[in-house]
């Protein structure tokens, strides 16, 4: 059966330099349908220039980037709106796509902003923003997501919702997901392919295999190793060798 | 009814109003002011050798204007000199040899200052037509573009992720630009095309909340300005172009009254 998961992103040994200095390099992943694949590895590892890279935004790269798909929503790590342009949330919602009126109130209702609906986006707090931003990527219905960092500024409670609703995306909508995230408790316990980075990729696979990676506990320390015991009693499923899922019944 | 020197002149300030209303919105909204500063002072080199060498003025101003504007985008990619500078280079370089070439004319009789500030009363039949076909082609293609354009605007690498190639849609941007100042150099003159361009805009953008409501005011501002300029300039005997300029300033402070209320109002 995952066998027939159509393949959406596929990076082979791709990389990007950018004033003689190598930001990332090498990196090879794929992404399938109904699959959340997830970057990590410290700051100024190459995480956000491997999205980048997949998205088409540099384009100048080595390697080869192969996308299946033009249904793609992005949600960036940073953004800056000018307060020259007057937009509100609902302008923003149909920036690159023409959703319905029903799916932009979905979209909204389901990152709990729908009151911020006829806002203007300057005057969102942080946190608001970054929902209406994860709100505007998921209202296109897309098949493929990249999410750079999405909860950041983002409450608690909020977080935690959040990670649970990129988990039902990737289920409900069968989207395949590039996730880039510092949170190892999630990164662990919600996804299907770990790629850890650092300037090259360290090493990747299922979380099980990643954590007991000798690379990976050295970049992360210890406590990184543990948090999967913590967590592994939430999996409903488990993973072959290749990443693939097997559900448990 | 066209013969009447006034009404070729309202209708041709109205076509311009129409036209300029959204493009100021981008200008504004892209910080390109400078920028269509550079392109209406390579106008005047435009102007100068479609004169030298007997051709269309407004095709000559359009080619020159679109040359100044692609070679200030190569020239970004290649020198480390800021933008502004580049800007104000080529700005002061076309608008040198301009005038260098003016020299050359001195057999012509050359009105330089109709040149500089407009000589909206002096339109003639083809001008009109010019501006409203030229217009409406500029209108039309904007419409098209507007969502690949207005998405790169906000922000670029998300409108180049989810595939709407900004860099396609800004050169074609920067291409309208040129034709606007081609089409309105005769009527508002090279020094007053950007405040043509940006003030109804910036007016517009005090008062409304939306992009769309943005342009659509923006347009209103320019058609006001337009329709009262041309009349005061009539009964006072201004010129005017600097009439319909004056005209703008006057919306803008007036919406910036109304501003000051909305922003106590959110407090």
């Known amino acids: 059966m995952n066998k027939e998961k159509k393949t959406l992103l596929k990076l082979e040994n791709a990389g990007f330099s950018k004033n003689n200095k190598w930001l990332v390099k090498g990196v090879s992943l794929e992404v399938r349908q109904g699959e959340i694949v997830t970057l990590i590895g410290p700051n100024g590892s ?29 949600v960036p790590q940073k953004i800056s709106i000018d307060w020259t342009l007057p937009i509100r949330v609902i302008d923003f919602m149909s920036l690159t796509e023409e959703p319905t009126d029903e799916q932009i109130n979905i979209a909204l209702n389901i ?36 999410l750079d960092e999405p909860v950041q500024g983002v409450d608690f409670k909020g977080e935690i919702a959040l990670y649970e609703l990129i988990k039902k995306i990737s289920e409900e909508l069968n989207c395949g997901i590039l996730l880039i995230s510092h949170d ?31 690379e990976y506990q050295e970049l992360f320390g210890d406590r990184a190793s543990t948090i999967l015991s913590i967590y592994e009693h939430k999996h409903d499923h488990t993973h072959s060798p290749d990443g693939t899922i097997k559900r448990k019944q | 009814m066209l013969d009447d020197f006034f009404i070729r002149a309202l209708l041709a300030g109205i076509g311009i109003a129409i036209v300029t209303g959204p493009t100021g919105c981008f200008i504004i909204w892209r910080r390109l002011s400078f920028f269509g500063d550079t392109l209406s002072h390579s106008a005047l080199l ?54 260098v070439v003016i020299g050359f004319l001195s057999s012509i009789r050359f ?29 039309l293609i904007l419409k098209l573009i507007w969502k690949p354009l207005f998405a790169s605007t906000v922000n670029y690498e998300l409108a180049e992720a989810e595939g709407m190639k900004p860099d396609k849609y800004n050169a074609i941007f ?25 003030m109804p805009a910036a007016m517009a953008r005090n ?3 939306n992009p769309i409501q943005m342009v659509k005011l923006s347009i209103l501002g320019g058609l006001l300005s337009v329709v009262i300029g041309l009349f005061s300039s009539l ?23 109304k501003f000051k209320k909305y922003s106590e109002l959110k407090k």
């Not at chain 1, 969102?124 to 209406?132: A, H, N």
């Not at chain 1, 300037?199 to 000798?214: E, F, L, M, Y």
């Not at chain 2, 020198?79 to 608008?95: I, N, R, V």
Request: proline letters at 2%; a positive charge.
């Open chain 1, 46 to 74: 190459g995480k956000t220039t491997t999205a980048k890279i997949a998205l088409g935004i540099y384009k100048e790269i080595e390697g080869k980037v192969n996308k299946f798909t033009n249904k793609i929503g992005y």
């Open chain 1, 111 to 146: 990152t709990g902003v729908q009151h911020l609906k006829n806002k203007s986006l300057g005057n969102l707090s942080g946190g608001e923003f970054q929902r209406v931003l994860i709100a505007r990527a998921i209202a296109k219905q897309p098949e493929f997501l990249v």
């Open chain 1, 184 to 214: 190892l408790h999630v990164v662990m316990s919600a996804t299907d392919f770990v790629v850890c980075l650092n300037g090259h990729v360290c090493c990747s696979g299922t979380p099980q295999v990643v954590a007991k990676n000798d």
């Open chain 2, 46 to 99: 435009g102007v100068t050798l479609a004169v030298f060498f007997d051709i269309n003025i407004a095709f000559s101003v359009f080619v020159i204007s679109s040359v100044i504007a692609i070679m200030l985008l190569k020239l970004q990619k290649t020198t480390k000199l800021p933008g502004d500078a580049l800007l104000g280079l080529l700005a002061h370089s076309s608008l040198a040899a301009g005038l």
């Open chain 2, 111 to 139: 009105d330089v200052m109709g040149l500089l500030f407009g000589d909206i009363l002096a339109v003639n039949q083809n001008d009109l037509l010019l501006i409203w076909i030229g217009g409406a082609l500029i209108l």
């Open chain 2, 174 to 198: 920067t291409v309208l630009m040129a034709a606007i100042i081609a089409i309105s150099i005769k009527i508002v003159g090279l020094l007053l095309i950007t405040g043509m361009l940006i």
């Open chain 2, 207 to 209: 008062i409304s909340n």
């Open chain 2, 235 to 257: 009964e006072f005997n201004s010129a005017s172009g600097p009439s319909i300029i004056t005209a703008a300033l006057i919306l803008f402070c007036l919406s910036l009254i």
